[in-house]
């Protein structure tokens, strides 16, 4: 066989390999996940334990999505990280959100009280993480800077409480 087309051959099946390889972790964003609570378990992380409270029925579906805290990045479409989904549970409920490493994100909650994957501003509840106000001016997009918080290699807690019109 020619060294050429070795050379050629070589170099193409490494292209191959480099192409189903997985991206990295911190590359990676859209991806649903089940909720696990040994994530959440004593050494593990990291991961943020999530408590929602103030869920004001149940029925529909409670969605919490993680983002990084960045500007670029927070409550932008498609540049959520990681997807849980669960029927709402009147009261309060608990989730853990893996993060893929430690670093700075935020958590946005939403209750689809009909559960039919519209937004429905009459209807639904939202939240996010540190529990900023939502009002008229910032449309219910407020800075990254108000939701961002740090999550270490362990399991960070935080509170988000549920708010409907």
């Not at 927070?74 to 893929?100: H, S």
């Not at 429905?120 to 996010?128: E, L, N, T």
Request: aromatic share 8%; charged share 20%; net charge positive.
């Amino acid at each position: 066989m020619n060294r050429n087309l070795i050379a050629t051959t070589g170099i193409a099946a490494l292209a191959l390999t480099a192409l189903a390889a997985p991206a990295p972790a911190d590359a990676q964003y859209r991806q649903t996940i089940s909720h696990d609570p040994a994530k959440c378990a004593s050494g593990k992380g990291p991961a943020v334990r999530v408590t929602i409270t103030d869920i004001k029925e149940s029925g529909g579906i409670i969605r919490v999505q993680s983002y990084r805290g960045t500007k670029e990045d927070w409550l932008e479409k498609g540049k959520w990280i990681y997807r849980m989904e669960a029927p709402a549970k009147a009261g309060t409920m608990n989730f853990c959100m893996p993060v893929p490493k430690p670093g700075v994100y935020g958590i946005a909650v939403r209750h689809d009280v009909n559960g039919n994957g519209s937004t429905d501003i009459f209807k639904d509840g939202g939240a996010m993480s540190n529990n900023p106000s939502i009002n008229i001016f910032n449309l219910g997009k407020p800075s990254y800077k108000k939701t961002a918080f740090n999550v270490g290699s362990g399991v960070e807690s935080i509170s988000i409480r549920m708010r409907y019109r």
